[in-house]
């Protein structure tokens, strides 16, 4: 079973994520994170919980660059991720999909436009493909009435399911998600689950918080703990 903080060792696959020594903080929040040290590697999903929610936001953030680390090194899939410019972190955010609390879409566009944006990240070959697994997102997440309409036209449940469907369009590499449950609700959460299982099985990697007891079982995730702004290494039973 893969172990949080373990190093590379020859015959064992890149890690999606690895951190090093890392710290990262939150000004605003008056939050930090230090110490940390994670390796997980292809197909690993985590489940993270904290002492403090804000800390995993924090933590979940960073793994996403958004906030970046003041020390130590945050290796992506076997690459030294260079938090210098953001335009060069753009090659990595079009492979890492995140659902959070202020997720949004855009405005003045249709349902249907936000999800083609996702369009702009494959080759030309691979387009009828994306479009094929598009519809079948749609069908499964029950948004077909919402696509011919601007965001704040259509139900805010739909709202979130259509946010989820667009970060797996991405196809991720690594799927970061707060509170998924509160995104595709009860009834979608078998579809849920099935799609992130296709990640897992791609070499992804899931990591995610939630409030609903016994949420992603099925994936025997990882226990990754937060105390005291920083990580406690636990496997799950």
Known sequence: MPTPGTEDSGTDPTPVVQL???????????????????????????????DNPADAHLLLRCLATLSWPSRGRYRFNGETLPFTRYERLLPVKRRIGYLYPMAAMVRNRTVEENLDYQAHYFSDTDLARHQGLKESLVR??????????????VS????????AVRDIL??????????????????????????????????GVFIYTTNYRGFGKELTPLDLRLENGTLVKELAP
């Open 156 to 163: 805010a449940m739909e709202q979130r399911r259509a946010i």
């Open 140 to 153: 499964a997440f029950g948004i077909e009435e919402a696509l011919a309409f601007c965001p704040e036209l």
């Open 170 to 203: 991405k196809e991720p590499l690594l799927f970061l998600a707060e509170y998924p449950e509160e995104f595709v609700g009860r009834g979608f959460f078998s579809g849920f689950i099935g799609e992130i299982r296709k990640i897992l099985s791609r070499g």
């Open 20 to 50: 090093t020594d890392l710290s990262v903080e939150d000004a605003w929040k008056g939050r930090s994170l230090s110490g940390l040290n994670l390796t997980l590697p292809p197909g690993t999903a985590a489940h993270l919980s904290a």
